[in-house]
């Protein structure tokens, strides 16, 4: 069973910087791409940034290149978001997200709350 | 960056009845088009990708249509379960986006 457990979420304020994790299992995990997928409090999905297999490629949607970095650790089959510089706009359930490149966005995390507030 | 325009915003409907929505991107995207399926309180759940096929485990009331610039998500007979909110998403230009969403509500 696909498995993608969040955590790190919480609250921070302004400027600061939060990390992500994201703990893969139920699936040989460096064979797909990886994706972080937001969601504001009583808003719609936006995709965040995605990652290929080896880390090799790293795409972010334009709002938070050069704030956000995405990277993984295949051995331990681990999804991170490294996320400096936050705004009261980054405030959002971030979901850990399987693929979203090569096919669909086919298995979501629970997902993990950040808020970003002083 | 590609827009998704989903409409209506929100359906009224019955168990039992026929659902119809209605998702319509700014440029065409062939087929890279997805639908997902979100209750309260849940992660969203794959329910149809590439357009037209269904996700493993998805009932086969749930179906998809479409290409190029517009798509539909047809459910043909609503159950209970099935009262929730609706995206579409693209994955055809970076970056990938999604519609703002259809609710799906009791009448």
């Known amino acids: 069973e696909v498995q993608l457990v969040e955590s790190g979420g919480g609250l921070v304020q302004p400027g600061g910087s939060l990390r992500l994790s994201c703990a893969a299992s139920g699936f040989n995990f460096d064979n797909y791409w990886m994706s972080w997928v937001r969601q504001a409090p009583g808003k719609g999905l936006e995709w965040v940034a995605n990652i290929k297999q080896d880390g090799t490629e790293k795409y972010y949607v334009d709002s938070v290149k050069g704030r956000f970095t995405i990277s993984r650790d295949n051995a331990k089959s681990s999804l991170y978001l490294q996320m400096n510089s936050l705004r009261a706009e980054d405030t959002a359930v971030y979901y850990c997200?399987?693929?979203?490149?090569?096919?669909?966005?086919?298995?979501w995390g629970q997902g993990t709350l950040v808020t970003v507030s002083s | 960056e590609i827009e998704l325009t989903q409409s209506p915003a929100t359906l009224s409907l019955s168990p039992g009845e026929r659902a119809t929505l209605s998702c319509r991107a700014s440029?065409?995207?062939?087929?890279?088009l997805a639908w997902y399926q979100q209750k309260p309180g849940q992660a969203p759940r794959l329910l149809i990708h590439d357009a037209s096929n269904r996700a493993t485990g998805i009932p086969a009331r749930f179906s998809g249509s479409g290409s190029g610039t517009d798509f539909t998500l047809t459910i043909s007979s609503l159950e209970p379960e099935d009262f929730a909110v609706y995206y579409c998403?693209?994955?055809?230009?970076?970056?990938?986006?999604f519609g703002q969403g259809t609710k799906v509500e009791f009448k």
């Open positions: 998403q693209q994955r055809f230009n970076w970056p990938w986006t």
């Open positions: 997200v399987r693929d979203c490149n090569i096919g669909p966005c086919d298995y």
């Open positions: 440029q065409s995207i062939s087929i890279y």
